[in-house]
């Protein structure tokens, strides 16, 4: 027994340091428990400070475009007071022209497939137009014969795609 109470004491030290171990280790385990919280938090702040950046931007780039094409609606409204028939044709012309450009400004590419095979890619079919073999060979399969509205790129990436009619056997 007398070696047994020589380890007592030395096992009581061993206790201690565990124990100062642990006490060190659940305090550790707070701080970084603590910093995954304020990480959390920085990352949720950054996200909503970037959601309200980008609703920002978005409402400016409209506003732009919207103010661009406010001298297209003026240019409308002065064609409609004051103008004759006539005189009203080649304003819409002119008019066409200013909105063309500035959608054009804006990085839009228009697609007119008029004659080209059709890609589904790129254009929407609305309707097909059955040829005989007397008025059409083969090579006529997927043509496009009309445009029923032109499809858009904007700043390369397809806006709207072309509806169209083709040709099917």
């Known amino acids: 027994m007398a070696e047994e109470e020589q380890k ?3 096992l009581e030290e ?3 340091e565990l124990m100062a171990k642990i006490e060190d280790l659940e305090k550790e385990k707070k701080q970084y428990l603590e910093n995954l919280l304020r990480a959390k938090n920085d990352v949720l702040r950054i996200k909503t400070e970037y959601e309200e950046k980008m609703k920002q931007f978005e409402e400016i780039a409209n506003a732009n475009l919207i103010y661009s094409l406010l001298n297209v609606l003026d240019s409308f409204e002065l064609a ?3 103008y004759s028939d006539k005189e009203i044709d080649k ?3 002119l008019i066409y022209s200013q909105l063309k450009d500035i959608l054009e400004k804006y990085g839009l590419e228009e697609i007119n497939p008029l004659g080209m095979k059709f890609d589904p890619n790129y254009h929407e079919t609305v309707t097909s137009e059955s040829c005989s073999k007397e008025n059409c060979d083969g090579s006529d399969e997927g043509l496009i ?3 029923y509205s032109k499809g858009y790129f904007l700043k390369g ?3 709207r795609p072309a509806r ?3 040709i099917s056997h």
Request: charged share 25%; aromatic share 14%; hydrophobic share 55%.
């Open 8 to 10: 007592l004491p030395a």
């Open 14 to 16: 061993t206790v201690k």
């Open 80 to 82: 409609f007071a004051k």
């Open 91 to 93: 304003g819409f012309f």
């Open 145 to 147: 014969v009309e445009v």
């Open 157 to 159: 990436r397809l806006l």
């Open 164 to 166: 169209v009619k083709t």
